[in-house]
């Protein structure tokens, strides 16, 4: 059987490389290359694309035996990626482009890539489980046995076909068992830090990208409270996120945070954190894992965002891939553009955006 591997030049890709190797496979190692540094104004060093990136996935290649390549998928991930995040914001949406990622790169374009090359699988390292149901005949994508590394929040967008061509070898180990592997191979990223969350923003510094990439800035408004009054001037709504809290730009004599923005008034509003909390969401562009979609309303739990427990919720489908999500208590800053996910146990059910 023949995988490719799709190599960051992280820790993470480097060992489930070696994993897949040590299993019997036919390994290539692959490096998508999916913007040029200098079009962003990105240094070489921290991100998943540069130059000493290539160069460390192709020197765990050159360890392991096994060919690599670079596939050029930039002008797909400023498609899918970049510029839909930078609309995101003009809109008052607050996006993940991890997601994204994953969606129309990694098990699109790569699996595709893979098939071209008359390639079985596509191998990632990411800290998730696929497993065959023999029962439904159904793949299932599962969290990782480290609750600590888990990221199956951020492939709930797979389909089966995706799932049946993909393998997840850490997903059965800790980030101290990765790195002792790296360790053990003599990997020179054993301890290499894990790449920051968006990788075409250098510094996290997301204004000063879109500023630059789009050539604009975003026009000043108002601060208004829940009930319409003018509170002052904001910088631009790109600027805020639901439940932000620090850098207003305002002073207040009690503690304020961003409840709601509304681009087509160019108006952000604010409340107490009391204000963030709602019982519901309703969620677009719902994908679930099965394929088949439940036509009654059910109990699960559900998520709406990385880092949060999952929380008990009835969840409600709805007509055009909707579906809403009624939490048994009440969630804090539910973000329009940010994805809810829904669990069985240790199952992924599936997930989609938060609409409002």
């Not at 949406?93 to 699988?121: H, M, Q, S, V, W």
């Not at 790449?195 to 601060?223: H, L, V, W």
């Not at 669990?343 to 992924?348: A, H, I, M, N």
Request: glycine share 8%; charged share 25%.
């Amino acid at each position: 059987m023949k995988a490719l591997i799709a190599m960051s030049g992280g820790v993470d890709s480097s060992v489930a490389a070696f994993l897949i190797k040590e299993k019997g496979f036919d390994c290539i190692g692959a490096t998508m290359k999916l913007f040029h540094n200098e079009d962003i104004g990105l240094s070489r060093g921290h991100t998943c694309c540069s130059l000493e990136d290539v160069e460390d996935a192709r020197d765990v290649c050159y360890k392991l035996g096994i060919d690599h390549f670079v596939f050029n998928f930039s002008d797909r991930f400023r498609e899918t990626v970049v510029e839909p995040f930078i609309k995101s914001y003009e809109n008052g949406i607050t996006p993940n482009p991890c997601i994204e990622c994953n969606r129309y790169l990694k098990f699109e374009k790569l699996i595709r890539r893979a098939k071209e090359l008359g390639i079985d699988y596509v191998v990632t390292g990411h800290y998730a489980r696929i497993v065959f149901d023999e029962k439904t005949e159904k793949f299932m994508l599962k969290k990782a046995l480290d609750p600590t590394k888990d990221q199956s929040y951020v492939l709930y967008s797979m389909t089966q076909e995706q799932l049946s061509h993909t393998l997840f070898p850490l997903g059965e180990y800790s980030k101290t068992e990765t790195r002792k592997i790296a360790a053990d191979q003599g990997f020179l990223n054993a301890q290499k830090h894990d790449s920051q969350d968006i990788c075409f923003i250098p510094n996290g510094d997301r204004i000063a990208f879109m500023e630059r990439y789009t050539g604009r800035s975003c026009p000043k408004g108002s601060f208004t409270d829940l009930q319409g009054n003018i509170l002052g001037r904001h910088k631009g709504i790109i600027h805020y996120t639901v439940g932000q809290h620090k850098k207003l730009g305002i002073g207040f004599d009690k503690p304020m945070y961003v409840c709601s923005i509304f681009p087509e008034s160019n108006t952000v509003v604010l409340g107490e954190e009391k204000d963030l909390y709602s019982s519901e969401a309703v969620v677009c562009d719902f994908n679930w894992i099965s394929g088949e979609a439940p036509k009654e309303p059910f109990r699960c739990k559900a998520k709406v965002r990385y880092r949060q427990p999952e929380q008990p919720a009835t969840v409600v489908p709805l007509d055009e891939g909707k579906v809403k999500i009624i939490f048994d208590e009440p969630q804090r800053a539910i973000t329009p553009g940010q994805a809810a996910v829904l669990y069985d146990e240790e199952t992924v059910l599936g997930g989609g955006t938060v609409a409002r």
